[in-house]
Nanobody, 119 residues
């Protein structure tokens, strides 16, 4: 079973940046499409970004286009989500998950990491 661990969340001021990491052990993460999802209090979970196997194809929610970048580092077996120009509405628990074909139907989830954007 694929096990994913997120890290990198925290408290940041509006306009600031954070980089989230999604690491796996025991498997080659590049074999999997990996998605980032988020859920804010009282709101439904939403897909943020996804990167296909091999890393050649990525997609983003409209709300984060131009501000967030998803990438892979195969040497570190890690997928990253670089988040710039953060806004208070980006506040949520962020999860990475295996998402076959970036279909939006994730299979295996990490435990989540809290991102809070506040002054």
């Amino acid at each position: 079973q694929l096990q994913l661990v997120e890290s990198g969340g925290g408290l940041v001021q509006p306009g600031g940046s954070l980089r989230l990491s999604c690491a796996a052990s025991g498997v080659t993460l590049d074999y999997y499409a990996i998605g980032w999802f988020r859920q804010a209090p009282g709101k439904e979970r939403e897909g943020v970004s996804c990167i296909r196997r091999g890393g050649g194809i990525t997609n983003y929610a409209d709300s984060v286009k131009g501000r967030f970048t998803i990438s892979r580092d195969n040497a570190k077996n890690t997928v990253y989500l670089q988040m710039n120009s953060l806004k208070p509405e980006d506040t949520a628990v962020y999860y990475c998950a295996s998402d076959p074909g970036c279909s939006g139907y994730p299979a295996y989830w990490g435990q989540g990491t809290q991102v809070t954007v506040s002054s």
